[in-house]
Structure formats: C-alpha cells, structure tokens
C-alpha cells in the first residue's frame, strides 16, 4: 500500500455496459464514479460486453467479449424455453453446456488476462470483483493474492436473491454459488445484512454490508408540475405481486380521482385503473419520480423478509426528495427513520388512508422527501461507500 498517497484499484465488473439492463450497472457507474471522486486512480475491466470509457476511469477491453455476448444471449433464449417447459429446473438444464465453456474458455482467458494487467499496472492495491459470477473465477483471486500479493475483495450486490434458495424462483441465468470458494476473498461486501450468517458458514471472511446509495448530484430534485398523483416503477412482478395489488391495483380502483401511473413492464397482474406507460429511459428517470407527487416503493419479498436486505430504488427516490411510500420491510429502519422520511403501510386499507392524507397536504409531502434527502446526503452518497470500501481494503494492502 502506498502511505498517504490515492489508492490505485482493478474493477472487474459484471457490465459496464447500460445497454444490457442489468439492474445493478447504474449503481455501478455510481460507486466507480465515487471511488475517483475521492481521489482513487480506477481501471475498469468487464465481464460482459465490451469496455465502456468515462470522465472517472480508464479501461482494459474484455478479453472474453465475443464469448461473453454470445454466451448472455444464449442463456436468455434458453432460460425463455426452459421457463415454459419447467421453471425449477432452467440451471439444471443449462448447467453442462456451461460448465464446458467457462472452464475450456472463458475462464482461462480470464485468468491470463488478470495477470498480465497486474503485472503491466505493477502497482496495483486491491481488485474489487463486482457481481462476477463465482464459479467462473474460482481459484484465480487465490492465485493472484499468492503470486503478487493484492488484495481481492467481493461485492454482491443482489443479495439475497442471488443465493441458491431464490436463484430460480428469481430469474437469475445461473447459479454462480455452487463450486464457489467464499474464502478467496479478503473482504466480501453485501447489500444485505440478513444474510451475513449464510455467507460466513459457507466460507466468506470479513463480509462487510455495503448497502446501495445515490450519487446526490445526479439523483438531484428537479423543478416539474406534478401531474402524476401516485407512481411506481420496476420490472417484473415476481415476489412482489401482494403489495402491488395491495397499493396499486386495488387503491387505483377505490381512489378514481387519484393518477396512478406505472412504469417499466413485464407484469403478469391485472394492474387496476392505473396507467401503464412501459420502460422510462436512465436519461428520463428523475422527470418520472419527481412528477409524482407520491413515489412507491414496492420491493420484492426476498428483501423485505431478509433483514436490512437494500434495493435501490428507496435510495434514489429519496436523493430526489420524494415522498416515499413503501410496503413493510424488515430493517428499512437502517436507513430511513419510519414516519419521517419514509411512510410505511401494512394493507391496502392504510394505502388508500395514507395517499388520501398525503395527496391533501403537499406541505407534508415536501418535508417527508426533504428529511429523505437529506439523510442521504448525510449517510447514503455512493462517496460513503466508496470510503467503506478504501477503508476494508487498507486493512490488507
């Protein structure tokens, strides 16, 4: 480590590339961003698709980048297939036609290229692997710790449903738990507290939370007519369909004077009288959430039922100043204090009770989002993460 001076970091990242619509890559860019921003040097390698440049790191192309693509697309063709025939058993199905190409190509190619970027870049303090799958890389941080001495740390951030108990049921392409080896890394980073007992008993040292945040710039307020009463955004209603019946579909219904607007897709459940107006842009986001002068928060079981399990959506929505509403979740209280920043409903009754109360009083709206903000500013910036992460690395530089 070098005393004093900006840390020097590889980031070998699951996507780089907005395009792919994995649902982390925006908080990545985040959290990179925040790393330069507090004065670290960051060299940005992908693990899908190919290197995308920034005002706030510099990049090695992906040495697997042809593979990576064809290999995405396949897995999305076959999992449609595999979902129709028989849902539970979509990794089963896919599993040898991985195995063969991760271990015979992809894998290989992964290794020499690490290597060669250490040994180019010399001086390097610790790699941060991001969301790549594990099984894909397993023994490689060991070799490189072992051969050049530089730390390699872990973050995942889609806990807890990336575990093997909600892989499928979630949609995920693979397990990349099994045959992993969690001891590899010296400090292992998760988006969820509630499942730090997990990690520990299958291996992993050192897991430290590393909660979502904002970037309190880009997720700034901006001035725009509230034309939209309530609204919601995401993708999918997997695990989460109760409460957007209960706060969307069935409020919609008894509140017809009231705008509800949805946006993202892919839902599967009669949405009530609330309009529905698909996928909204990155770029047209913040227009979306701060026209609304309620924003929902409605997050999937896996989360709400594990404890201090983060999305971030609340997040975001609160960087904007929004007037959030959520469903209960356990350990929300980590982040936000209930009843101040953050309105917590328990049925579809005190949904309707509470957008009735909030839609009459825009005095309360607006002090409910600026508390919001300004707990994020105060202890969620993706600057707080990124001091977490130079601070865990320092202790094995």
């Known amino acids: 480590m070098r005393i004093g001076l900006p840390m020097k970091l590889l980031a070998f990242v699951s996507t780089i590339d907005l395009k792919y619509k994995l649902g982390c890559t925006p908080s990545w860019w985040q959290l990179l961003k925040a790393l330069h921003e507090i004065g670290n040097e960051v060299i940005v390698v992908p693990y899908l698709g190919g290197a995308v440049e920034s005002l706030w790191w510099r990049t090695y192309e992906n040495s697997c980048k042809l593979e990576s693509i064809i ?16 849902p539970s058993k979509t990794n089963e199905f896919l599993s040898p036609i991985t195995k063969n190409l991760i271990n015979l190509d992809i894998k290989p190619k992964i290794r020499k290229q690490l290597l060669n970027i250490i040994s180019k870049e010399k001086d390097l303090d610790f790699i941060l692997f991001m969301n790549i799958p594990l099984n894909h890389i397993t023994g490689i941080p060991t070799e490189i710790k072992r051969e050049f001495g530089v730390p390699c740390l872990y973050y995942d951030g889609d806990m807890p449903t990336i575990l093997p108990q909600y892989s499928v049921s979630r949609g995920f392409k693979f397990d990349y738990y099994v045959d992993a080896d969690l001891s590899e890394y010296d400090v292992f980073f998760v988006n969820s507290k509630g499942v730090i007992d997990d990690l520990k008993e299958a291996g992993a040292k050192n897991v430290t939370p590393l909660y979502y945040a904002a970037d309190a710039d880009l997720f700034a307020p901006v001035s725009v007519d509230q034309t939209i009463d309530v609204s919601f955004y ?36 009669d949405m009530g009288n609330a309009k529905l107006i698909g996928p909204v842009p990155y770029s047209a986001f913040r227009e979306f959430c701060c026209k609304s002068k309620i924003n929902l928060n409605i997050t999937r079981w896996s989360h709400t039922n594990v404890y201090a399990s983060a999305t971030a959506r609340p997040f975001e929505l609160a960087a904007y100043g929004a007037c959030i509403v959520s469903q209960p979740y356990k350990g929300i209280e980590e982040w936000f204090e209930i009843g101040k920043e953050i309105i917590i409903v328990n049925s579809e009754d005190e949904a309707v009770e509470t957008y009735e109360w909030l839609l009459s009083s825009e005095e309360e709206r607006l002090k409910i989002g600026e508390r919001a903000r300004q707990r994020i500013l105060k202890e969620h910036t993706y600057r707080h993460r990124a001091e977490t992460i130079i601070k865990m690395s320092k202790l094995f530089s």
Not at 71 to 86: D, E, G, M, P, V
Not at 246 to 256: E, G, T, V
Not at 257 to 269: A, E, Q
């Open 234 to 269: 995401g993708h999918g209603d997997e695990l989460r369909e109760e409460w957007m019946i209960k706060m969307i579909a069935n409020p919609s219904k008894r509140l017809p004077d009231v705008k509800f607007t949805v946006g993202g897709g892919n839902f599967g459940i």
């Open 71 to 86: 290999y995405n697309n396949f897995l999305k063709s076959q999992r449609k297939i595999a979902n129709i025939a028989n």
